[in-house]
């Protein structure tokens, strides 16, 4: 994997505090790096970098769609600010597309005034609902732009063409990360999406509520291997896209039985309907993250499910 020193760099991480981006700070913090996290706390956990406040983090709690002006030495910027899951993105639909927009402008100055290397936290969900499987870098996606959905995706979308722009017209040192489906202790129990979801409802021995069939698919991956995806790609030169996600695909219906299963869980399968414009199939190609970052999957699915599902019984949030 693509390897790079980050003791005394400087390094600011938009939307630091949430589920993601605490891990990236830790990891960060971790390599001694000095981290400056950003977040407004809109979708983001004060608690998740509470106990890194002792060490080389500073936090700046600010709306970095209004404003992002941080002193001193910045060697790299890295955006993650996002409401990231369907429930929060559909509370907050308008601050997510100024987020994208307005919040991606704001990072991407804030490299070039300093000359620092940028990465953009994208998505699969710029791929929408798929008609190519599994989703290589190259595939342009299917996506609603007037549904429900589409205040995040074509956010997302937006923040990957003015990355772009920056790079070509300004001469940005910039990357693009397209992260899948994470999952991992610090996830928010009320964020709507599944595994949080399931846990919880498994732990209470409640119906385990799965949309539509559950034949949809996801491609799951822990949260300290897409980390190592997205600091691989900001040690390297590389401007992808670049996808960082699981190879193992399985549906909703088979995960939440494996959660079931994991808890020594009672729950019935309680069938509920599909939200609009829900993907019937993910999975991302990662042959260019190989390639050109020597990244690959390194916690299996079992493993990564039963750390998680001990830090939600252990936190009291099951």
Not at 160 to 186: K, L, Q, S
Not at 207 to 216: F, I, K, M, N
Request: glycine fraction near 8%; include cysteine.
């Amino acid at each position: 994997m693509v390897q790079t020193s980050w003791s005394g760099k400087r390094v600011v991480v938009t939307g630091g505090a949430g589920f993601v981006g605490s891990w990236v700070c830790e990891r960060l913090l971790d390599l001694d790096a000095a981290v400056v996290c950003v977040d407004n706390y809109l979708t983001g956990d004060p608690g998740n970098v509470a106990h890194l406040c002792d060490r080389t983090l500073e936090v700046v709690e600010t709306d970095v769609s209004e404003e992002l002006d941080i002193t001193g030495t910045v060697d790299a910027v890295l955006h993650l600010a996002s409401p990231a899951s369907p429930v929060h993105y559909l509370r907050y639909p308008l601050e997510t597309m100024r987020v994208g927009s307005l919040g991606t402008v704001k990072a991407l100055e804030l490299a070039e005034a300093h000359g620092a290397r940028f990465l953009l936290a994208s998505t699969s969900e710029v791929y929408g609902d798929p008609l190519v499987h599994p989703q290589p870098e190259e595939y342009w996606g299917n996506v609603n732009p007037i549904g429900p959905r589409s205040v995040y995706d074509e956010s997302k979308r937006f923040a990957e063409a003015v990355t772009t722009a920056y790079r070509r017209e300004r001469d940005v040192d910039t990357a693009i990360v397209r992260i899948f489906n994470t999952y991992g202790p610090r996830m928010r129990l009320d964020d709507g999406r599944a595994i949080p979801a399931f846990m919880s409802q498994a732990l209470a021995d409640e119906p385990l509520t799965v949309a539509g069939d559950g034949s949809q698919t996801r491609s799951l991956c822990y949260v300290e291997d897409t980390v190592d995806g997205i600091l691989a790609l900001a040690a390297s030169d590389h401007p992808g896209p670049v996808n960082v996600g699981g190879a193992d695909e399985l549906t909703m219906l088979e995960l939440a039985e494996r959660v079931r299963d994991l808890a020594g869980s009672r729950s019935p399968v309680e069938f509920v309907g599909l939200p609009a414009d829900d993907p019937k199939v993910r999975r991302p190609d990662t042959t260019l993250a190989a390639e050109v970052l020597g990244w690959q999957q390194q916690v299996p699915l079992e493993e990564g499910l039963k750390r998680t599902l001990e830090w939600f019984a252990q936190s009291g949030r099951g």
